[in-house]
């Protein structure tokens, strides 16, 4: 992805820092309860081919909770569907140890106002990184 | 990203008829017929821009009946049927997921070409991942992994 005059190259973005906590939001159907552990996040929960940052997506999505002055309520009010999804609670250190991801601040990359600030991009995706990277959200889900 | 479930109501999202059978085609095992209805929901789910809540790509119908050939050629052709989890991704593929003893995971990735990975269950052994020619190269694969090999 080439800079435009909106969107910057990604490497432009500022870095979100390790000490921070993430928000991924997980859909339902990505997720099998009665699986053993470790394996209940399915590999639909994340772009699997699309690890190149594109015009309209940096990455897979995420929410800097020190960012947000309600934690995830703020993300509901903004859309109240995302109740229906599973939330889950990530260190960035513990997605920083998967060599070759990158979390960048992104405002660029969601369409609500009130959450700009707080947005963020998993950037560096591949179809290797993506199998830790659902082990690691299964880890934080009870 | 936008919000999920935005996709209009006014309008077919998909033709029905190509993305899942009449009630006259439901000569089925009952997981299958479970699939079907599965499949038809997700592929209503999936048929516009930014289903996901991550600018998702949409499915298209002819996907999707990829999707449900492939399962409903295997129901003939594996006994016992081994039944696996589907689902969608942003990008635009429809997942197949089959689980066997150990938390081993196979799993066929249709859209615009087609993938077949292996995940492990207890890092026994590498996570592998291949592109495949065609969705029927991921028959064998599955006998393969089905039989613990």
Same mark, same amino acid.
């Given at each position: 992805m080439t800079s435009t005059a909106t969107r910057p190259?990604?490497?432009?973005?500022?870095v979100v820092e390790a000490g921070n906590?993430?928000?991924? /939001?997980?859909?339902r159907g990505c997720f099998i309860a009665a699986a053993p552990r470790g394996t209940r996040?399915?590999?639909?929960?994340?772009?699997?081919?699309?690890?190149?940052?594109?015009?309209?997506?940096?990455?897979?999505?995420a929410?800097?909770?020190?960012?947000?002055?309600?934690?995830?309520?703020?993300?509901?009010?903004?859309?109240?569907?995302?109740?229906?999804y599973i939330l889950v609670r990530v260190p960035v250190q513990e997605l920083l140890e998967l060599e070759g991801l990158q979390v960048r601040y992104s405002p660029q990359d969601i369409d609500?106002?009130?959450?700009?600030?707080?947005?963020?991009?998993i950037i560096g995706m591949t179809p290797a990184l993506r199998n830790e990277f659902i082990r690691l959200l299964d880890r934080f889900i009870d | 990203m936008t919000a999920a479930g935005t996709a209009s109501n006014q309008q077919p999202l998909l033709d029905e008829r190509r993305a899942y059978p009449s009630a006259a085609e439901t000569s089925l095992t009952e997981p299958l017929a479970a699939i079907r209805q599965q499949i038809?929901?997700?592929?209503?789910?999936?048929?516009?821009?930014?289903?996901?809540?991550?600018?998702?790509?949409p499915i298209?119908?002819?996907?999707w009946r990829r999707a449900r050939v492939f399962i409903e050629q295997l129901a003939e052709e594996v006994q016992p049927f081994p039944e696996p989890h589907i689902s969608a991704s942003g990008d635009g593929y429809v997942h197949i997921v089959w689980f066997r003893q150990g938390g081993d995971r196979a799993v066929l990735e249709i859209g615009r070409d087609c993938f077949w990975s292996f995940l492990?269950?207890?890092?026994?052994?590498?996570?592998?991942?291949?592109? /495949?020619?065609?969705?029927?190269?991921?028959y064998p694969k599955l006998r393969s992994f089905l039989a613990g090999k």
């Open positions: 190259h990604w490497t432009a973005l500022d906590l993430l928000l991924r /939001l997980l859909r996040v399915q590999p639909a929960a994340c772009h699997s081919r699309d690890y190149e940052p594109s015009d309209d997506s940096y990455g897979a999505s929410f800097v909770n020190e960012r947000l002055e309600n934690g995830a309520e703020d993300l509901y009010a903004a859309n109240a569907k995302w109740r229906e609500y106002d009130s959450l700009k600030h707080a947005h963020a991009s | 038809f929901i997700l592929a209503r789910e999936t048929a516009e821009p930014g289903w996901d809540f991550e600018r998702g790509r298209d119908a002819q996907t492990s269950g207890d890092r026994s052994q590498q996570d592998r991942e291949e592109a /495949l020619p065609t969705v029927r190269d991921a």
